[in-house]
């Protein structure tokens, strides 16, 4: 791995619960997320160590030229995906894992990352059409979701060369009922899998003004000797709602976050995250400037903290004190009691459950979530598909959400598939100029995506060329035009509209 600009740090050392005996730090240092449209910017940037890509944005045999100069020049390249879902109730689809393999070895990766999130739902788990959010959606902290998780984090990492780091996301809604905190659902997954973790200190400052959630609190509970690297990015409050937008400067509540997790352990790696309204090239350095600071800041005299003990709740009202000697693990499969460790919930899948109520199990707690794996999954899946619903097909709120967050982050769905489609798809807006959201919008409330971007953006066009829009007949014949090339067919006629109409009907009933 030296050869790609790293080097390896210092173990991290066992890790409780994980059965691994260590784990390998990569020191990367300051980076940047390596976009097209600053591609000669991130070139040309100072003391740039690493680049963060997204891993869906490149192809293994057309690496754009750029990357191919960074790393010839020794800088480390790390993809990082966003559409596996290893949140999600559904596990994780064998071809993006390989596909996500594949763009590792080819860019040399030291390490690949994703997203603890949903993206998808629906489908064969719960007999309803899958749909997809086309945005990275937040799990319930519940003892049903952390065992899905974690299942799906052992197939991903059986299946990638490389060490996997997971990423706290952003959310603007709260699911009701939860069991544990983000610190502790993070916890509780570093030790049952060994995954290392991404921590995006703008994702906790959004959390925090959107759900009322305290990142220090968060951090001390954070295995922090499990982070791989940090993230650190802008956005903005809109309506007492924060946006991880990554197109505005960062803020200083953003920072200050930094400086405290610095304060705690010098984070192997840190990276400047920018997706849209890209600055001048000087912008940006001042703000790797500023990182550069507040991290010399936290860590002058600071050194490694130990893993310090953590009280992780059980549902029976128990509390379980986890530290760095072996640990009682609610929710690993170990006995409250002390008692001997069963197997993984993944190797019990056709074992004969124990009945609730089996001594040295406590109710309601993880263990008896972790006896029925299958019925854990299904669980998740019906309470995914029906937010996910909610939000993009405009079926009622499921209960104990609160429907105005929902209307918000509804809204916000169909504002990014717009800006995606207008991004792969810009002779769109081009041809529509400025009724191009207003008809994306009308379109988009009564019509989920489940097929991808690029079927979506085809969806969008045949529905207004159906229904005789736009107005404008030069206007319409350049929209013809440009989905005829792309699908070598002609415009379905008005009955055939008629039926698919009815189909969807019914299958919406």
Do not use: H, I, K
């Given at each position: 791995m030296q050869e790609h600009g790293t080097e390896i740090g210092t173990a991290f050392g066992t890790t409780p619960g994980t059965g691994l005996d260590s784990a390998l730090r990569t020191a990367l240092g300051i980076g940047i997320g390596w976009r097209p449209e600053i591609a000669d910017a991130v070139e040309a940037l100072p003391g740039i160590d690493w680049v963060e890509v997204v891993a869906e944005n490149v192809c293994v045999g057309h690496l754009p030229d750029s990357l191919r100069r960074l790393r010839a020049r020794g800088v480390t390249v790390v993809p990082h995906g966003v559409s596996l879902g290893l949140?999600?109730?559904?596990?994780?689809?064998a071809g993006r894992l390989a596909e996500l393999a594949a763009k590792a070895e080819a860019l040399g990766a030291p390490l690949v990352t994703e997203h603890i999130a949903f993206v998808r739902a629906g489908g064969a788990l719960t007999a309803t059409p899958p749909l997809e959010a086309g945005h990275l959606l937040p799990v319930p902290r519940t003892w049903d979701a952390l065992d899905v998780l974690c299942e799906n984090v052992r197939i991903a990492q059986d299946a990638l060369p490389v060490p996997l780091a997971l990423e706290n996301i952003a959310a603007l809604i709260s699911?009701?009922?939860?069991?544990l905190t983000e610190g502790q659902f993070l916890?509780?997954?570093?030790e049952r899998t060994g995954v290392r973790l991404l921590i995006d200190v703008a994702n906790l400052h959004t959390n925090h003004v959107n759900r009322g959630e305290c990142p220090s609190k968060a951090l001390a509970e954070l295995p922090v000797e499990a982070i791989a690297y940090v993230h650190v990015a802008g956005g903005l409050e809109r309506d007492g709602v924060w946006h991880d937008t990554h197109a505005h400067p960062v803020p200083e509540p953003v920072l200050d976050i930094l400086s405290d997790l610095a304060s705690r352990i010098s984070p192997p790696g840190v990276l400047l995250e920018r997706d849209d309204h890209f600055p001048p090239t000087e912008e940006l350095s001042s703000e790797l400037a500023t990182i550069r600071e507040r991290l010399t800041g936290a860590v002058a005299g600071t050194e490694a903290v130990p893993a310090r003990p953590r009280t992780v709740p059980a549902a029976g009202g128990v509390a379980v004190a986890v530290g760095a000697e072996r640990p009682l693990l609610i929710g690993a499969g170990a006995r409250v009691s002390g008692g001997p460790m069963p197997q993984p919930a993944d190797a019990r899948d056709d074992a004969v459950a124990e009945p609730l109520g089996t001594p040295g199990v406590v109710p309601g707690s993880?263990?008896?979530?972790?006896l029925h794996p299958e019925r854990a999954r299904g669980r998740v899946a019906v309470a995914q598909a029906a937010l996910l619903s909610a939000?993009?097909?405009?079926?009622?709120?499921?209960?104990g959400f609160d429907s105005r967050r929902l209307g918000v982050q509804s809204r916000a769905l169909v504002g990014k598939r717009a800006d995606v489609i207008a991004k792969i798809a810009p002779e769109l807006p081009e041809i529509l100029g400025?009724?191009?959201r207003r008809a994306f919008f009308a379109y988009a409330r009564t019509r989920p995506m489940s097929g991808g971007y690029r079927r979506d953006a085809l969806a969008f066009v045949e529905n207004l060329l159906v229904?005789?829009?736009p107005e404008d007949p030069d206007a319409r014949r350049r929209l013809t035009?440009?989905?005829?090339?792309?699908?070598?067919?002609?415009?379905?006629g008005r009955a055939t509209r008629l039926i698919r109409a009815a189909r969807a009907t019914l299958v919406r009933k």
């Open positions: 949140g999600g109730a559904d596990r994780p689809d699911w009701p009922g939860e069991e916890a509780e997954l570093v993880a263990d008896t979530a972790a939000l993009v097909a405009g079926t009622p709120a499921p209960e400025d009724g191009y229904a005789g829009r035009r440009w989905w005829q090339d792309r699908t070598d067919t002609r415009p379905p």
